[in-house]
């Protein structure tokens, strides 16, 4: 597995400090390298919360997190290999999606070629 999720949770101080609020329960996930996956749930189910500790934004209170084998709990956002696309379509509303898809990739400094196959991919499988 490339991306695995054992038994996270992540708990939050309640308001003013009283108390605790459970985002993730006992989370597990299983993923391969390449494969597509979506959460979908109702809000406040806590998918942003796994997404942000995924990227590395929020760090779990209690399980592990692995990528490609290793445990990435503690390691910062600029150090993990992946992006996260918010609940807003545009990262930066006055792009296109197409720019805004592509902002990573430019970040990185991919040939611009390479760019416009792989933003043209991702975007071929949505509508």
Same mark, same amino acid.
């Given at each position: 597995?490339?991306?695995?999720? &054992?038994?996270?949770?992540?708990?939050?101080?309640?308001?003013?400090?009283?108390?605790?609020? *459970?985002?993730?329960?006992?989370?597990?996930?299983? %993923?391969?390298?390449?494969?597509?996956?979506?959460?979908?749930?109702?809000?406040?189910?806590?998918?942003?919360?796994?997404?942000?500790?995924?990227?590395?934004?929020?760090? #779990?209170?209690?399980?592990? %997190?692995?990528?490609?084998? *290793?445990?990435?709990?503690?390691?910062? #956002?600029?150090?993990?290999?992946?992006?996260?696309?918010?609940?807003?379509?545009?990262?930066?509303?006055?792009?296109?999606?197409? &720019?805004?898809?592509?902002?990573?990739?430019?970040?990185?400094?991919?040939?611009?070629?390479?760019?416009? &196959?792989?933003?043209?991919?991702?975007?071929?499988?949505?509508?």
């Amino acid at each position: 597995m490339y991306l695995v999720l &054992e038994d996270v949770y992540k708990v939050f101080a309640g308001r003013g400090g009283v108390g605790e609020v *459970t985002a993730v329960n006992n989370v597990s996930l299983h %993923i391969e390298k390449g494969e597509f996956v979506t959460l979908l749930g109702p809000s406040g189910c806590g998918k942003t919360t796994t997404l942000r500790m995924i990227a590395g934004f929020e760090f #779990p209170t209690s399980g592990n %997190i692995r990528l490609d084998g *290793t445990i990435i709990n503690d390691l910062p #956002p600029h150090k993990r290999d992946m992006s996260m696309v918010f609940q807003s379509y545009a990262i930066f509303p006055h792009l296109t999606v197409f &720019e805004n898809v592509a902002y990573g990739l430019r970040v990185k400094r991919l040939p611009k070629a390479e760019i416009d &196959e792989r933003v043209a991919r991702v975007l071929g499988l949505v509508e």
